[in-house]
Structures are given as C-alpha cells and as structure tokens.
C-alpha cells in the first residue's frame, strides 16, 4: 500500500509540473518615428535579474514578432536595429504578453557610419490600405510618377492616375495634390524618388479624409533626421516625336531649430498628338453621311515651378510650418490643324474642309500654406491646424478659322471668329484635427471649412458666331463645412476602424447669358467601416464599406463653349448634382502576400464625360453628365515576393464586370445601357544586376482590356516599359535609361455605337519614348529632406474636362 501511495505521488508531481511552470507567448510589434513598420528587428528576451538571454526572433516584414514557450517572471525585451537606437523594456509575464507597439529611434550620431545598400521593394497590407516600401530600393533613382505606374493596382490611362478603376485623390505626407492631370503628371516626374519613403494605396480611406474620392495614393517622403546641407542638380532628356528636357534643382537646409527647403524646375516642351475619327450621321434610321477627320496637333510650354518649404521647431513638442508652391506657365500655345472630308453613304466624296485653330494661353496657379502641430503629454496625442490659399489666373485667346470646299477641292469661302476668355478662383480652407491613444485605441475628431469663388468671362469676336454660342459670365461660389469622428482599435487578432463625416453644402452657379442660377444646399453623411480578424498565422480576412461623393469640377459646371471645328466642341453643364458612391468589399489575405479582393461599387448620378452627334445640325459635342447609374463587380489579386536574391517580383490581376445607364439626348432621351466583362493586369521585375547592387534594371508589363471611358468603349491595349540604372561615385549621382511602351501597343481606338449614334477616334500621343536622365547631389547628399506638396483637395477640381 505505501508503494502504491509512493506512485501514486511520483506520478502527481510529474503531471503537475507542467501546470506549475505553464509556458506563454510574448508579441509585439516594431515602427519607426514616422509610423512605419520595420522589418527583420532584432527582438531578444533578457532575465531580469542577470540578463541572459531566454528568447530571441526577428520581426516578420509587417514589424510583427512573436515568442513562444515563455516562461512566468521578469523580463527585458530588447529591440535593435541598425541606425536605430536600442529599445529596453521592462515585462512581467505571467500570462500571454502584449507588448503592443515599440518605437524605434534614429540614431542619429552613428547614422553617417551607416552604408545604406539597394533592398528589393516589399510591400504590407494594412488595414484598408497596401503599403509599398520603395525607400533605399532599385526604384529609389526613378521619377515618384515612375514608382506610381509601378505600384501595384495603380493605372495610367490618358495620363490620369487611378486605383483600381476608382475615383482616385493623390495626397503627399497627407497633404492633398490639387492640380490637373497634366500638372500632376508633370509635377511627380519632377519629383526625385530617391526622396520617397512608400506608397501608400488606400482603397478604403477613413473619415479623416474627405468624402470625395474613391481611393487615396498617398505618398510619404523620407523624414529629416540629420542637421546639414545638401543641394542636387537633374536633368532630363526625352525623345518622342519632338525632344524635350527638364532641369531642375533643389537645395535643403536643417539645423536644430529650422528646416528649409527650395526647388525649382524647368520644362520646355513640344508635344505632339495625332488622333483620327470618323462620325456616321444619320437620317432617321438610315445613314446619310459619314465624316472623316483628321487633327494635328502641337503644343508648346515653357512651365516653371517653384517650392518653398521653411519648418520651425519651436520646441520638442510644438512646430510651425510655412510652405508655397508656384507653377507659372507663359504663353503656353496649342496649333491645331483640323482636316475632315464629308463622305456620301455610298462612300464618295461629297465636299472638305480645314480648320487652323491657335490658342494662347497664360496660367498662374499660387498655392500657400501654414500648418501648426503640437504634441499633446506623452502617449502621442497631437493636435494640427492647417490653413490653405489658392489663386488661379488663366487667360485663353482662340483664333479659328476653317476653309470650305467641294467635291473638287475647290474653294468655297471661309468662316472665322476669335474668343478671348479668363478663369479666375480664389481658394480657402482651413481645419483642424485631434488625435489621441485611448490604450488599445485611438480616436480621431476634425473639422474643416472651405471657401470657393471661380469668376469666368468668355467674348466672342468676328463677323461669324457658331451656333448658340454668345459672350458670357458665369460665377461659381461654394461653401462646405466638414467635421468627422474615427475610432480604431487592435485588440488580439482584431482590427477595426470605423468612422462618420458630415458635409454641408452651399453652392450657387450663375450664367448671366443663359439667365439661369443653380443653387444647392445639402447635408450628407459618409460612414466607413473596417474590421480584420487574423485567423491563423497565414490567414486573414475583412470587411469593409465606404460611402463617397463626387462634386462637380469648376470648369464642367462652366457652360462656355471650347471648339475644335465649328462642328466640333467641348460644353460645360451647369445643371450638374454630386454623385453618391457605396462601395463593400470582402478581403482574404495569405501568408501575408497572397491579398484576394472581392469588391461591389455602385454609384448614382455618376458624373461622366459624355460624346454626343446632333444629327439633323451635324455637330459632334462633348459634356459632362450625371448619368443614371453604374455598378461595377470586382475581383482581384495581388502578390508578390521575392523569386531570387537578385529578382523581385510583384503582379496585380482584376477581373471585373462593367454597367451604365444614361439618357441618350440625341436618340430621343432613350436609356441606353452600356457593360462589358474584362480584366486588368501588371506585371512588374526588378533585377539587381551587379555584385556592388549598383545597377538595376527593371521591366513592367501592363494589360487592360474591354473598357468604358464616358461611352467610348475602349479595345484592348498593352504596354511594355523598360528601364536600367547605374549609382555613380558612391551614390553621389545616378543614371537612369527608361524606354516607354516598347512595342508601341499602347494607342488603341475608341468607338460608341447604339441606336442613332455611331463615332470613334484613335488618339495618338507620344507613347513611346526615350529618356535619359542624370541626378548630382552634393553637400551632406544623405541627408534626407523636408520635401512635400502643400496642395489641398478643393484645386483639384480646376482640372479641366477634356482636351482637345
């Protein structure tokens, strides 16, 4: 019996110890000052008493770790990283152990010892946002324009940069980017990359943000962290049709107490675009003529920007901000040589004419900007307020002439006349924005006013006016007032943000020749919504809906007349409302770079370029409409990895269905329904060629196929780059080779056809290019700067419609 009690003992303390020394786990995650993960962290577990090590990882490439069999006691968990000073914090685990976020700093004596070497690009998908790390990588020495057309689920059609076929707004350091298509194009390739520390492509923005917009790029620079000077010189040479160039240059200054910063650029220009269409008119239901045109165009520019940044650090905890960006753009001149011939229905030629158009045009565009940000205790809370100007100034001269013949191109006569027409708008915003810790939470509040007053006069001079046009004055004013309230939360394996904002509208629209006013007044509510759940260590999924609006531009609301011909024209639309868009998605994730996407947008009163024949007057117009609806279903399908120590690769693929309904105005309002299935794909490699990594080279690949611009529907077109650089003299210069659109597949035709309507053109721009640029920097050339855009969101919306 007593041996019995004996096993009986024996066999207790063995099953016990387990439970007497249970083990737990440890996690938590590493950033940097700026809010940015940090990859492969060292992260070590010290005893307290004695500090031996117990435990050791390195963080995944989202800054997460994690240790296991940990356990009960006292610890040091130690953190470190290269050009990064040491982390030591004291934890007491005698459960599973969170240690939440830990804030690595810049060791800033030790940063110049630091020989910062090429890495391959690597991506991380936040919560409604995919994050692509750029900075110190084989992409760093291309123009931001350049990583942007490389970044995954990012489009250039037309020069128009959007994600994902939604409505998209381009911020820098959270700032917003107003400028039309061209200027932003023009302004991000001037825009050094090396400067650039991500991308951030935010396909759900919270109620930070303004309700207008789809999806957001943001795109973050790197932060100054050194005190010195550096200075740069660029040049950039380009061969298309015509060449051109770019020179630029940029000087940074920092000490304890300022930051400045300066840059200005050069760029002459002349473009060149050609664009064949034809019209098919009818007579009833029956064809009569058909028109064949051809146009030439060329443009001229001689576009200077300048940027001035001046940062105080009023102390540890308090910074003031001035900022201005000037684009000034002289005598800018488009020519364009218009050639149609008028076709019988039995194909034979029934008469010609050519029309020479010349336009002159000046613009100034003034943006200024103060900000002030203080830091609120210890626990990261901030509060930043930011007020913004904006003066746009543009004068528009047109003499257009068009000459008459016959069958046999024998002359006719002649019809002319002159327009001289100005834009000028005066910007104001200003807000306000709270943000606090609350434990595992934080919570955001803001508030944000704007103020838009756009005056335009339009005079018409000769001895000949187009039809229904006259001289004109439109004034535009508007008024939103703003305010939000975002709440997220990290709490186990859950993520979630959720958000409301609340726009009020005031606008009012006044064409004195037309004798209309348009007034609006209206509230909306935009609520966001975002949850994610790590299931397993490859597994996570999500949900997620937004709520959006799209105003009207200033110039679609203007209704002046812009002519190509005199059969030809461009028409703005005063009776224009905002568009409401939902959107839900579902999202799976694995392994941490196999993203999957399931998405539903559907959109009403969408604002939509729309081309029009006025058969029984034989006139071709363009406007901008709120059509019926649209909706479109998406799936997609992101990843990337590394394939080899020297290859990298990532690809984007979409699958999506496609539906409009407008009014067909020239087909007796019938509602005409337009959709198509198709598919978007990228494909992009960066190879690292040289045992040094001081030449790369990279070769991206893109395919889009049936696709809906207004109701054009666009055929299938591909487009191959390619580029190769070279680091010069120990990084103090770079080289880049670029060539555009290889195969040059990139131009393909548009056409609508339905009912009473059938016409088309094919656009050819300089798509194919060569370019050759070199970048020197001199002083501290380490040194990172304080550069970015201080431009906010209501310019954006002085983009124009369409040009010619």
């Keep these: 019996m007593h041996r ?17 020394s249970q083990e737990f786990m440890v996690k938590g995650k590493t950033i940097d000052s700026n809010n940015r993960t940090l990859s492969f962290v060292n992260v070590m577990l010290l005893n307290a008493k004695d500090s031996v090590s117990i435990a050791g990882t390195s963080t995944e490439e989202n800054g997460t770790f994690i240790l296991n069999k940990i356990p009960e006691g006292n610890y040091i968990l130690k953190t470190s990283y290269i050009g990064y000073h040491n982390n030591y914090k004291n934890i007491t685990v005698h459960n599973n152990f969170n240690a939440d976020t830990i804030i690595l700093k810049h060791d800033i004596e030790n940063l110049e010892e630091v020989t910062l070497s090429f890495q391959k690009p690597r991506l991380e998908k936040k919560n409604g946002r995919l994050i692509f790390q750029v900075e110190n990588s084989t992409l760093s020495s291309l123009s931001t324009y350049e990583i942007l057309q490389r970044t995954p689920g990012v489009i250039s059609l037309d020069d128009k940069i959007s994600v994902k076929n939604l409505k998209t707004t381009v911020y820098i350091n959270n700032k917003r980017v107003y400028l039309d298509d061209r200027e932003l194009k023009n302004l991000l390739e001037n825009f050094a990359g090396n400067n650039i520390a991500s991308i951030e492509v935010i396909t759900n923005p919270s109620a930070k943000y303004d309700a207008e917009g789809g999806a957001v790029l943001n795109i973050v620079t790197s932060k100054n962290i050194s005190i010195g000077y550096k200075g740069a010189v660029n040049g950039t040479w380009e061969d298309a049709i015509f060449p051109k160039y770019t020179l630029g240059t940029s000087h940074y200054y920092k000490n304890n107490v300022v930051d400045f910063y300066a840059g200005y650029s050069f760029n002459p220009r002349k473009d060149y675009k050609r664009s064949d269409s034809y019209v098919n008119f ?18 001229r520019s001689k576009a200077h920007n300048f940027n001035t940044i001046l940062d105080f650090n009023l102390d540890d905890k308090n910074k003031v901000s001035f900022s201005s960006n000037i684009i000034y753009n002289p005598s800018k001149s488009i020519e364009n040589k218009v ?9 034979t030629k029934e008469s010609s004419f050519n029309t020479n158009s010349d336009i002159d045009i000046d613009n100034t565009n003034i943006t200024l900007n103060a ?10 809370t901030h509060l930043d307020i930011q007020t913004n100007y904006v003066y746009y100034n543009e004068g528009e001269n047109q003499i257009l002439a068009t000459d008459y013949f016959d069958e046999n191109d024998s002359y006719q006569y002649t019809n002319a006349f002159d327009t001289e027409a100005s834009q000028k708008n005066n910007i104001f915003t200003g807000q306000i924005d709270f943000s606090s810790p609350l434990g595992v939470n934080n919570l955001e509040l803001g508030a944000k006013y704007s103020s838009i007053s756009s005056g335009n006069i339009i005079a018409f001079y000769g001895d000949y006016t187009p039809s229904s046009s006259r001289d004109d004055h439109f004034d535009y004013d508007e008024q939103i007032w703003a305010s ?18 609340g726009e009020y509208t005031d606008a009012i629209g006044n064409s004195v020749a037309l004798g209309t006013i348009n007034k609006q007044h209206y ?23 937004k709520r959006a609006i799209a105003r009207p531009r200033y110039q679609s609301l203007n209704p002046f007349r812009y002519y190509l011909n005199e059969n030809n024209f461009i028409a703005g639309n005063p009776y224009l409302k905002p568009s409401i868009e939902n959107k839900i998605s579902l999202d799976y994730t694995f392994d941490g770079n196999y993203i999957f996407e399931v998405y539903y947008q559907q959109e009403k009163n969408e604002l939509n370029n729309l081309t029009f024949q006025r058969n029984n007057a034989q006139v071709v117009y363009n406007s901008t409409f709120n059509i019926e609806e649209s909706f479109q279903y998406s799936i997609d399908f992101i990843h990337y990895r590394p394939i080899t120590k020297w290859w990298f690769l990532s690809t984007y693929m979409s699958g999506f269905f496609y539906e409009m309904s407008f009014i067909a105005r020239e087909s007796n309002d019938a509602i005409q329904t337009q959709n198509t299935v198709g598919y978007f794909g990228q494909l992009y490699n960066s190879f690292t060629i040289s045992k040094e990594k001081s030449i790369s080279a990279d070769v991206y690949l893109e395919y889009v196929s049936r696709f809906f611009i207004g109701n054009y529907l666009m055929k299938d077109r591909f487009k191959t780059n390619i580029g190769l650089r070279k680091k010069l003299w120990n990084g103090r210069a770079s080289l880049n080779i670029n060539l555009n659109d290889v195969f040059n597949t990139y131009n393909i035709p548009l056409t609508t056809r339905y009912l009473n309507q059938d016409n088309g053109y094919t656009a050819k721009p300089e798509q194919r290019t060569f370019t050759i640029g070199f970048n020197y920097k001199f002083g501290n050339f380490r040194l990172a700067d304080n550069k970015r ?3 906010f969101k209501e310019e954006e919306r002085l983009k124009e419609e369409t040009e010619f």
């Design 4 to 20: 019995n009690q004996v096993l009986v003992l024996l066999f207790l303390l063995v099953t016990c110890k387990p439970l007497l």
């Design 282 to 299: 009818f007579d009833g239901n029956l064809p009569s003529n058909q028109w064949e045109t051809s146009l030439y165009k060329t443009t």
């Design 339 to 347: 050639n149609t011939d008028v076709l019988s229905a039995e194909d």
């Design 371 to 380: 900000t002030y940000n203080r830091e609120i205790g210890k626990n990261g």
């Design 484 to 501: 939000y309230a975002n709440f997220s939360r990290d709490w186990d394996s859950w993520s979630l943000v959720a958000g409301l904002r």
């Design 523 to 545: 509230l909306e509510l935009f609520p966001t919504f975002s949850l994610h759940h790590q299931v397993s260590e490859k597994h996570e999924i999500g949900v997620s809906y």
């Design 789 to 791: 855009n201080i431009d």
